[in-house]
C-alpha cells in the first residue's frame, strides 16, 4: 500500500482527528493520531501488522518488542505474521525508562525487532532500544505504523514506517491556535 492509503486506513477508521491538541512530547499540534481507535480494529490491526511484517520477513527476527500500550498489540500480531514470540516493555518506575517485567528477558544475541504505533518524537523507541541493548540484543531494525516526524527523528537501526507524514507542532509559547483561543485537548498516555 501507499503512504495515502495507509493514511486513508487512519481517516476511515476514524483514528486521524483535526482540532488543538496537546501531544505527549508537550507540543501542541493541529493533528492527532488516536492510535487506539485503529488498535480496537482487528481488521485494521491484522492488515497493517502483516504489512509490517513483510518490510522484515528477510531480517531473520527472532523476537518482536513493543512499548506499552499500544506496542504490546503491534508486536503480538508483527510477531504472528513473522511467527515469532513478542514481549513488551513497561514504563520503569523512573518514567524516564522501560523494563521489563512479567519474567521477560532477552538472551545475548537474540534478533530483535521493535515496534511501536505512532512516532513523534522517538521517546518510546529510545527507551525500548536502551532496554534491548542492555540485554546484549542484536537489534534488526525498527517497525512504526506512522512516522508523524516526516523521518526527521533518526535512529542508528534501520527504520521503516508504514506512512510517514510531516504533522507540524509547535511549543505551546509558539502555537498559532493558542494565540486564536482556540480550545486545547490533551490525549495521549503519559502525564504532563
Request: glycine share 10%; aromatic share 8%; charged share 25%.
Given at each position: 500500500?501507499?503512504?495515502d492509503?495507509?493514511?486513508?486506513?487512519?481517516?476511515?477508521?476514524?483514528?486521524?482527528?483535526?482540532?488543538?491538541f496537546?501531544?505527549?512530547?508537550g507540543?501542541?499540534?493541529?493533528i492527532?493520531?488516536?492510535?487506539f481507535?485503529?488498535?480496537?480494529?482487528?481488521?485494521?490491526?491484522?492488515?497493517?501488522?502483516?504489512?509490517?511484517?513483510?518490510?522484515?520477513r528477510?531480517?531473520?527476527?527472532e523476537?518482536?518488542?513493543g512499548?506499552?500500550t499500544?506496542?504490546?498489540?503491534?508486536?503480538?500480531?508483527?510477531?504472528?505474521h513473522?511467527?515469532?514470540?513478542?514481549?513488551?516493555?513497561e514504563?520503569?518506575?523512573?518514567?524516564?525508562s522501560r523494563v521489563?517485567?512479567?519474567g521477560?528477558?532477552?538472551?545475548?544475541?537474540?534478533?530483535?525487532l521493535?515496534?511501536?504505533?505512532?512516532?513523534t518524537t522517538?521517546?518510546s523507541?529510545?527507551?525500548v532500544?536502551?532496554l534491548c541493548?542492555?540485554f546484549?540484543?542484536?537489534?534488526?531494525?525498527?517497525?512504526?505504523?506512522?512516522?508523524?516526524s516526516?523521518?526527521k527523528?533518526?535512529?542508528?537501526?534501520?527504520l521503516?514506517?508504514l506512512?510517514?507524514?510531516?504533522a507540524?507542532?509547535?511549543?505551546?509559547a509558539?502555537?498559532p491556535?493558542?494565540a486564536k483561543?482556540?480550545?486545547?485537548?490533551?490525549?495521549g498516555?503519559?502525564?504532563?
Amino acid at each position: 500500500m501507499t503512504n495515502d492509503e495507509i493514511l486513508a486506513l487512519f481517516q476511515e477508521s476514524g483514528a486521524m482527528l483535526d482540532g488543538h491538541f496537546l501531544l505527549t512530547s508537550g507540543r501542541h499540534s493541529d493533528i492527532y493520531f488516536e492510535k487506539f481507535t485503529i488498535l480496537r480494529q482487528p481488521p485494521y490491526v491484522e492488515k497493517l501488522c502483516k504489512m509490517m511484517a513483510d518490510l522484515f520477513r528477510e531480517a531473520n527476527v527472532e523476537l518482536v518488542v513493543g512499548p506499552t500500550t499500544g506496542g504490546v498489540l503491534i508486536a503480538y500480531e508483527t510477531a504472528k505474521h513473522l511467527g515469532t514470540d513478542s514481549i513488551y516493555a513497561e514504563a520503569g518506575d523512573d518514567g524516564k525508562s522501560r523494563v521489563f517485567k512479567r519474567g521477560f528477558s532477552i538472551d545475548p544475541g537474540t534478533r530483535v525487532l521493535i515496534v511501536d504505533d505512532i512516532l513523534t518524537t522517538g521517546r518510546s523507541v529510545h527507551e525500548v532500544i536502551g532496554l534491548c541493548r542492555s540485554f546484549e540484543a542484536e537489534i534488526v531494525g525498527l517497525g512504526l505504523l506512522l512516522d508523524r516526524s516526516g523521518g526527521k527523528t533518526k535512529f542508528d537501526y534501520p527504520l521503516k514506517a508504514l506512512a510517514t507524514v510531516s504533522a507540524e507542532s509547535w511549543e505551546s509559547a509558539d502555537c498559532p491556535l493558542c494565540a486564536k483561543d482556540m480550545p486545547l485537548t490533551q490525549r495521549g498516555s503519559r502525564k504532563q
